[in-house]
């Protein structure tokens, strides 16, 4: 839930569900709330969040590898070698590509430009 802090924390594209479907999961909380103030702040909590996996799936969007990960059934046996599994990329750079505008958030995320740190 604080992955925007962690510049260690990789999403890959086998993340996704699991990922969409905390993000309904806290919709659905919020939408149950017993007030505005409570529903405003679940959504505010889970922003950081929801940006990033926005941003995975634009990631995976440009490597045309989002058809694959929507259609991972983690039921069955896995190709952990397939690139779905095997590209990662880091949160904090997933969460500011799921930003379109400037937020409260975006200076929050910190990374270094060192490719070999890149590499997942």
Sequence with gaps: ??????????LSG???????????????????????????????????????????????????????????DLRKPQDYFHRVWSTAFRAADLADAGDDEQSEYSDTCTTDNNPEQDIA
């Design 14 to 72: 086998a993340d996704l569900l699991y990922w969409r479907r905390k993000r309904e999961q806290w919709r659905l909380l919020a939408e149950g709330a017993p007030d505005d103030a409570t529903a405003d702040y679940l959504h505010q909590h889970f922003e950081p969040t929801a940006r990033a996996i926005d941003g995975l799936e634009k990631a995976l969007a440009g490597l045309g590898l989002l058809d694959d990960a929507l259609a991972l």
């Design 1 to 10: 839930m604080d992955c925007h802090n962690c510049d260690k924390f990789v």
